[in-house]
T-cell receptor, first 109, second 116 residues
């Protein structure tokens, strides 16, 4: 069965420190991977998609097919990055997202 | 304003009651989804629809049912609520015409259901 694992429930870093939120997936075929974010009192929203190879709010994510990972990284964390982050691969063309359990990022001043 | 709406935002109800959670979107999206999320746990897909009169069950078995009579409306119904149904329910939608890898899925604000 397809699974996505986010091993850390909570990640606490100081402002300006690098941050890496881990995501490992078990998925057959070629997945499309996304990171979603939920800031306090806001809706779940798309942060970035791997196919775009984009950097959003300083975050990047590289798909490593060999390690089946899609870790989210930012070189210098900011307090406003504090939020819940969910890794989500899609299931083929039906686009049914499979969400991980999420990692709460806390950036301390 | 184009958006996705869920009502009620919070619902506390007794066991055995029939409830309907409303979800409407004004973005003209074909695809709509219902997710269930317990605190600190994963979001699980429980229902989805690719268009009017199309509904499918998701990965997590649910006693709820859905209907899609109009494009913009995707209500979820529980015929007889139980404490095990206590959870947060998130509705989402996506445009149907683009590639899965480029279309964004938009989420509603959620309904937090408590069954006593």
């Amino acid at each position: 069965a397809q699974r996505v694992t986010q091993p850390e429930k909570l990640l606490s870093v100081f402002k300006g420190a690098p941050v890496e939120l881990k995501c490992n997936y078990s998925y057959s075929g070629s997945p499309e991977l996304f990171w979603y974010v939920q800031y306090s009192r806001q809706r779940l929203q798309l942060l970035l998609r791997h196919i775009s190879r984009e950097s959003i709010k300083g975050f990047t994510a590289d798909l490593n097919k060999g390690e089946t990972s899609f870790h989210l990284k930012k070189p210098f964390a900011q307090e406003e990055d504090s939020a819940m982050y969910y890794c989500a691969p899609t299931r083929d063309s039906s686009y049914k997202l499979i969400f991980g359990s999420g990692t709460r990022l806390l950036v301390r001043p | 304003e184009a958006d996705i709406y869920q009502t009620p935002r919070y619902l506390v109800i007794g066991t055995g009651k029939k409830i309907t959670l409303e979800c409407s979107q004004t973005m003209g999206h074909d695809k709509m989804y219902w997710y269930q999320q317990d605190p600190g746990m994963e979001l699980h897909l429980i229902h989805y629809s690719y268009g009017v009169n199309s509904t499918e069950k998701g990965d997590l078995s649910s006693e709820s049912t859905v209907s899609r009579i109009r494009t913009e409306h995707f209500p979820l119904t529980l015929e007889s609520a139980r404490p095990s149904h206590t959870s947060q329910y998130l509705c989402a939608s996506r445009a149907g015409g683009g590639a899965a890898s480029t279309d964004t899925q938009y989420f509603g604000p959620g309904t937090r259901l408590t069954v006593l």
